[in-house]
């Protein structure tokens, strides 16, 4: 019997020594800075440190490590779309997650831009790439369109613009941004980008209220 259990306890499945999410994120920079088609199954050996069989094992085929660091990118830009719920004056809310997002586009380090954008362009862009991010962008717009609705209620912005097509327009500025970053615009000509831009597509009405935020 003693002998027996110590047989199965040998066979018990070793922990992983690695972090798993910090194996994501390598895989999702790779396949950032490559695309996916642009990156080969050595690359993410190289790239992870991890060898062929435990990244197989921990996280499956090529396919499915991209499926996972889409999933975690994807998590990481919906919680953006909150920044700013609780700040009481739309369109400093409004500005804080343009500003978040332009952040985002142009790190101190590692891969530029928008993974999504980079990956879900193109004839060989993966489906799964394609449909994540018409949702990100549909999400972004109805964001992006509550914030410009809630300042025109409070009189923060003004009413003669169409909600949606202002969020619309901040859309496409996120976009071009991301774009910019990807092809080596600093982050601080980004930002000037988006501070003219939410001047003119979301001028402030009651300056003097938001000047102290």
């Known amino acids: 019997m003693e002998a027996s259990v110590s047989c199965k306890m040998r066979r018990m499945a070793r922990p992983r020594e690695f972090d798993e999410g910090k194996v994501l994120d390598r895989a999702l920079a790779t396949f950032w800075e490559h695309g996916y088609e642009g990156t080969s199954i050595d690359e993410l050996v190289a790239a992870t440190g991890l060898g062929r069989a435990s990244l197989y094992g921990a996280f499956g085929d090529k396919e499915q490590i991209f499926a996972k660091s889409l999933d975690r990118y994807c998590a990481r830009m919906g919680e953006s779309l909150s920044i700013g719920e609780d700040e009481p004056f ?27 954008l980079s990956t879900a362009v193109g004839g060989d862009a993966p489906a799964a790439a394609r449909e994540a991010y018409a949702e990100y962008m549909s999400r972004l717009q109805r964001a992006l369109t509550d914030l410009v609705r809630r300042g025109q209620d ?39 980008a988006a501070e003219t831009a939410l001047d003119l597509v979301a001028p402030v009405r009651l300056r003097g209220r938001i000047a102290a935020r």
């Open 154 to 192: 409070s009189g923060e912005l003004a009413r003669t613009a169409d909600a949606p097509s202002v969020a619309r327009m901040l859309v496409v500025l996120l976009q071009g941004i991301a774009a910019s970053a990807r092809a080596g615009r600093t982050k601080a000509e980004l930002e000037a």
């Open 90 to 116: 739309a369109r400093v809310a409004l500005g804080r997650l343009v500003r978040a997002l332009v952040l985002k586009s142009s790190p101190k380090s590692g891969p530029r831009g928008c993974f999504l």
